[in-house]
């Protein structure tokens, strides 16, 4: 029907997927206020409730349509994100205490072969488990940084976890890379590619690191207004680590970690710098939110359980067979090896690819895979803020 | 050891005359932000077992710990045990990826984040000062000094008294708190001043004396044992000691040593030579003088007692360090006042190589970088 008045809309109104976006986001900013006032819950539970709902009523496509700008936004949350959590690694209590790398070793291997372990009973072939496997090493550092910072927790189990978290974050990019070199047959049987492959990866990306942490530091960047610029720096950085096909994670983890143990000086990642990422991270965990299928719940939902059950139980004891020698007490091993266990996002996207790659996989594997991310990223938060509750490190 | 009143004040121990013990306390920071952090369960659940001598002991907030030396024979066993603890406890720190560090106050942390130490004195002291347990955040170095017996011991405390700017300026480290430069050398005697139970013991020169000003003071509800009691100076009959409390932690415990000489030698002095008989009127200008040393340090004037001369107090310092010099060669701790003198002659004291520190860096959170590696002993 042709409109009476030319400027009026059609009606009913053509309501554009970003309405719905926006109001996803105020909606989950809200139920997060409302979360950790009245259940003393981290605000980040709220949120991917909240995107599940959302996507729920308004479908699918809501993420398909605005991917592109959605993964910047995204992009951009998780590399300041994982810049900061790489500041604060202090390596030289590596190597004043060897049994903390030891301990980053252990968990990182044992959650491998747990979820290999799995994955293989599951008949997934060799090189998707070990794949899975990698992504299983790493703990979600979205959800460790943001609950720790919101605790304003600090002590022994706090500061660990952190480490840890940034370690085997490592640990998975690199081995997944390898793995996915393997997977598409990229090697071929020359081994001077298989080995120069993690040499660039590594190498590339403490270069890029190097090159951000310089300009954070040459610049002197005090004030929220600087905040901008850490922005502008940060995009630079993804673009430039897009051109060298290098991943975000590692360079970023590392522009931290060179930041912090470039020189000896004193340095404090500003606090406004963490609050400019903060905001995006609502994002992050909507629309995490918004992928999971409530169908995979019920299709893969036990055995989701069983993989989550294995990896958690093999990072906890890789953790609290070493928790005397590397100086912590029991208690705060068992914490410490417990709120290691929320899984990395990067799941998802992962199980997503592998599932194109390999349409046999869609019907065992990607729904466990899918919703064991999709528990992990409902429970993780809490299971964290419990443990450092737990711990007496929190103190809001 | 809280409702328990103790009654009666306990015996005067024998102690050999002059010998030493050391307590210092310490701050534990954190190396994410070099603010206080709350490790002091932690450090002293990794020092348990460990072989060093002395001792590690809580103290009222969680970011505090204490250590303290056994009984030394003289600068050289005081010096030993010291950088013996010392080293065991930085260790243990390594590993736990925290940072230890002497001053007298820390820069810039704020009170109210600090947590009491979870044991039933603390909680007390807590519950009855409020804040000023929190604000209690402050770090002394304590000497004992031991008395042959306790009349000798109370002679010794009032002739101590006059000495106090001395120490005070000398192991001053405490010009900064809560992120401000505070003007003073010594800021942290401030926080003790606050205390109604502060300031001086009463005059006092025989033990029968004492124990009457005791047990009315104990009647009057006020105190439950002399633990209450945050005098400057205050008598330990427990260890056969008189303890002087005014000093800042200074920033090594090489100063530490060298400062607890300078006390013993200073004792040795007044306990052979009998130089003047101490007066209640010595403290007319007790305060004055003590604040003196608080804000300006070596620069401070002093009002000698009993007469209306004025000294500045570097001044009073050497012309001291003259006199007892010979006490000192017998106590076998020349090198120690030598040192001092150093020290002195170049107006450095911890206060000054704070402020160094900052003029140079322009940032708090370094000058506490430094002070750590100062106090590990890893930094010259």
Known sequence: MEPSVFFLPDWPPDLSPLLWIALAVVGAALAGEWIRHHLGLPRITAYPVVGMLVAAIAGNRLVAEHGDWLRTGLDIALAILLFELGSRVDLRWLRHNRWLLVTSICESLAAFGAVFAVSRYLGVAITPAVLLGAIGMATSPAVIMRVVAESNAQGQVSTRLLILTALNTIYAVVTVHLAMGVLHQRYSGDWVLAITHPLYLLGAGLLVGKLLAMAVSGLALRDEYASIILLGLVLMTIGLIEALRLPVTLCMLFAGIVLRNGERRAWVFPRHFGSVGGVLVIMLFLVAGMQIKVEHLFTGGFLALVLIGARSLAKLTGVLLLARPAGVSWRQGLLLGLALSPAAGPVMVAAADLGRLYPELQVTLIPVAMSAAAIMELVGPVIVALCLKWSGERRD | ?380
Request: charged share 20%.
């Open chain 2, 1 to 380: 050891m809280i409702d328990e009143t103790e009654n009666e004040l306990p015996e005067f121990s024998q102690s050999a005359p002059l010998t030493l013990g050391v307590e210092l306390e310490l701050q534990i920071i954190g190396s994410q932000d070099y603010n206080l952090i709350g490790s002091a369960p932690d450090l002293l659940r990794e020092m348990t077992g460990r072989k060093h001598p002395g001792d590690v002991k809580p103290e009222i907030t969680d970011s505090m710990i204490e250590l303290s030396t056994d009984i030394c024979q003289d600068y050289q066993d005081a010096l030993t045990q010291l950088r013996s603890i010392r080293n065991e406890l930085v260790h243990q720190a390594d590993r736990l990826g925290i940072m230890l560090s002497g001053g007298g106050t820390h820069p810039f942390q704020h009170w109210g984040q600090q947590a009491i130490f979870d044991a039933p004195r603390f909680h007390h002291l807590s519950q009855l000062y409020g804040y000023l347990a929190k604000q209690f955040t402050i770090f002394g170095q304590h000497v004992h000094i031991g008395c042959a017996c306790p009349d000798q011991a109370l002679w010794l405390l009032h002739a101590f008294s006059r000495y106090i700017p001395h120490l005070i300026t000398l192991s001053a480290a405490s010009p900064f708190v809560q992120g401000i430069d505070t003007g003073f050398q010594s800021a942290r005697l401030n926080s003790v001043f606050a205390f109604p139970l502060s300031g001086r013991a009463p005059f006092a020169l025989s033990w029968d004396d004492f124990s009457t000003y005791y047990r009315k003071m104990i009647a009057t509800g006020v105190v439950k044992s002399m633990k209450d009691f945050y005098w400057d100076i205050r008598p330990k009959p427990e260890f056969g000691t008189i303890e002087l409390r005014v000093m800042d932690t200074p920033l090594t415990v090489e100063r530490a040593a060298q400062i607890a000489a300078y006390a013993q030698a200073l004792a040795s002095y007044l306990l052979k030579e009998k130089p003047f008989e101490p007066q209640e009127d010595d403290y007319l200008v007790y305060t004055y003088n003590r604040f003196q040393a608080c804000r300006f340090g070596y620069d401070g004037r002093l009002v000698v007692p009993g007469t209306a001369e004025q000294r500045v107090i570097r001044d009073d310092i050497l012309r001291t360090m003259a006199t007892i010099e010979m006490h000192a060669y017998d106590l076998g701790s020349t090198e120690a006042l030598n040192l001092l003198r150093t020290e002195v002659l170049q107006g450095r004291n911890g206060a000054s190589e704070v402020r160094a520190a900052q003029a140079s860096e322009g940032s708090l959170e370094e000058v506490v970088r430094q002070g750590s590696e100062r106090w590990a002993g890893r930094l010259s």
